[in-house]
């Protein structure tokens, strides 16, 4: 079945400052790629995805990148603010759309 | 309309004994889903409803697991016999036409 690796598992960046966080999957059949932020006690929220006919996604500060040949793919975050602070998951989709197999997270801390 | 609803918030239960947890879904969504997400990790996936059947079930860990949706919207978790390893916060989400899956606030299962 689908295994997601996510790297690195807490990321600290100066405010203002570009974040990069990477996963990788297994299963060269999905092909759907959503990213979530999870604030603390709270429950996660989908802020950007991708499917796998593209190869590059942007919204304002927010893109994400997706390589279908080494499989693997990355949340770019620019312009950082206090507000990006969260642990941010990837996920692929499993044997169908519907399931989707999470990463471990990275808890994203921003430096003022 | 309300987002996705769960009840109880917080669940403290003895080894042992049954628990019920509820999922209220956004109204016309007929896709529900069921995670477990236990600390300093991502949701782990469990079940998917759409409609009211169980269309994939891989994710339950064991038969104390167990999920109904009878009338294809609100659903029900019961973990029989519950365990300490039980312990998690229960995610419930929902998606409608598009794949993006909204989550619930979640349910804090505490088993002593």
């Known amino acids: 079945g689908e295994n997601v690796e996510q790297h690195p598992s807490t990321l600290s960046v100066q405010e203002g400052d570009s974040a990069v966080i990477k996963c990788t999957y297994s299963?060269?059949?999905?092909?759907?790629f959503p990213w979530y932020k999870q604030e603390l006690g709270k429950r996660p929220q989908l802020i950007i995805d991708i499917r796998s006919n593209v190869g590059e996604k942007k919204d304002q500060r927010i893109a994400v990148t997706l390589n279908k040949t080494a499989k693997h793919f990355s949340l770019h975050i620019t312009e950082t603010q206090p507000e990006d602070s969260a642990v941010y998951f990837c996920?692929?989709?499993?044997?169908?759309?519907?399931?989707?197999?999470w990463g471990a997270g990275t808890k994203l801390i921003i430096k003022p | 309309g309300a987002g996705v609803s769960q009840t109880p918030s917080n669940k403290v239960t003895e080894k042992g004994k049954y628990v019920e947890l509820r999922c209220d879904p956004i109204s016309g969504h007929t896709a529900l889903y069921w995670y477990r997400q236990s600390l300093g990790q991502g949701p782990e996936f469990l079940i998917y409803f759409q409609g009211t059947g169980a269309a994939d079930d891989s994710g339950l860990p064991n038969d104390r697991f167990f999920a109904v949706r009878p009338e294809g919207s609100v659903s029900t978790l019961k973990i029989q016999r519950t365990e300490r390893g039980d312990s998690a916060v229960y995610l419930c989400?929902?998606?409608?036409?598009?794949?993006?899956?909204?989550f619930g606030p979640g349910t804090r299962l505490t088993v002593l």
């Open positions: 996920a692929a989709s499993g044997h169908s759309n519907y399931q989707l197999i």
């Open positions: 299963d060269s059949a999905s092909n759907y």
């Open positions: 989400a929902s998606a409608g036409a598009g794949d993006e899956q909204f």
